[in-house]
């Protein structure tokens, strides 16, 4: 059975996403029928998650600077239910739209969470937003608190490292409540990947995963790019190695990195 690994690149802003894995030629067992495995409940429902937090922040990256801003909102009389919550929240973007349209701000972006939590299951919104002339932090918040019901709400500017805002991903998207993860206003950028089957060999890519923690070679791979991150698994049904990296920009605009080794030569 023949094996090619793709590479599969994400561009994301200052960030490069880059996933790495094999690809198999279509093999008959058992009667002429392909076998599959399909992964337990618990394992895919960890890979989902995952997809998730890789969807999310690929979507801030692309579309979100340090002129952007974080508030999360809280109750102090808790929805009834899912349903409820959602509307609040429409609410909460319908008095923002009207707020930015009346003083001239020009284009919103956003990307809401509701999230439901674990242990007491109270409600609580995470929304990530970029005004195109800025916005009063103060006056954002009180779109908010000053409807009856509302708990407080804290806004911080959003904060970019070499991760990118990774961290703020996963959190956001820990415990989702209702069917979507997320909703986001229609004007946001959604990266399309480019992939290409073969640049890499699998000798390659087993020598990358063998030094994953050596982002040196990450870097001379992607020129232009510094290495913040990578990650490798090994599936042991098919034997292939895996890699996901993450890179981010060096002339990077925004992004505060921590001191990296000099390159020689």
């Known amino acids: 059975m023949r094996?090619?690994?793709?590479?599969?690149k994400y561009t994301c802003g200052e960030y490069l996403d880059v996933f790495i894995y094999p690809v198999f030629e279509a093999g008959k067992h058992s009667?002429?029928?392909?076998?599959?495995?399909?992964?337990?409940?618990?394992?895919q429902e960890k890979l989902n998650q995952r997809h998730r937090e890789e969807k999310l922040a690929r979507l801030l990256h692309?579309?979100?600077?340090?002129?952007?801003?974080?508030i999360h909102l809280t109750y102090k009389v808790q929805p009834g239910d899912d349903e409820e919550a959602k509307r609040h929240l429409q609410n909460f973007i319908r008095r923002l739209k009207r707020y930015i349209a009346k003083h001239g701000l020009g284009e919103l972006k956003y990307i809401a969470v509701t999230e439901r939590g674990k242990?007491?299951?109270?409600?609580?919104?995470?929304?990530?937003?970029?005004?195109?002339?800025?916005?009063?932090?103060?006056?954002?918040?009180?779109?908010?608190?000053?409807?009856?019901?509302?708990?407080?709400?804290?806004?911080?500017?959003?904060?970019?490292?070499?991760?990118?805002?990774?961290?703020?991903?996963?959190?956001v998207v820990?415990?989702?409540?209702?069917?979507?993860?997320?909703?986001?206003?229609?004007?946001?950028?959604?990266?399309?990947?480019?992939t290409r089957?073969?640049?890499?060999?699998?000798?390659?890519?087993?020598e990358l995963a063998d030094h994953v923690q050596d982002s040196t070679r990450f870097d001379r791979l992607y020129p232009g790019y510094l290495c913040s991150k990578a990650e490798t698994w090994h599936n042991d049904v098919n034997g292939?190695?895996?890699?996901?990296?993450?890179?981010?920009?060096?002339?990077?605009?925004?992004?505060?990195?921590?001191?990296?080794p000099k390159r020689k030569g």
Not at 62 to 70: I, K, R, V, Y
Not at 174 to 193: F, I, M, Q, Y
């Open 3 to 8: 094996i090619v690994y793709r590479e599969k």
């Open 31 to 43: 009667g002429g029928k392909r076998v599959k495995r399909k992964p337990s409940t618990k394992a």
């Open 62 to 70: 692309a579309n979100f600077t340090p002129d952007g801003l974080e």
């Open 119 to 171: 242990r007491g299951g109270r409600y609580h919104h995470h929304v990530t937003i970029e005004v195109e002339k800025g916005i009063d932090r103060d006056e954002l918040e009180q779109l908010w608190t000053d409807t009856e019901g509302h708990g407080y709400a804290n806004s911080r500017r959003l904060q970019f490292n070499e991760e990118g805002l990774e961290g703020l991903a996963r959190y």
């Open 174 to 194: 820990k415990s989702p409540a209702g069917k979507k993860a997320w909703t986001a206003s229609r004007n946001l950028v959604d990266p399309e990947p480019k």
């Open 197 to 206: 089957d073969g640049r890499i060999s699998g000798r390659k890519a087993r």
């Open 240 to 260: 292939g190695c895996y890699l996901a990296v993450r890179l981010y920009r060096e002339d990077g605009k925004f992004i505060r990195p921590k001191q990296k």
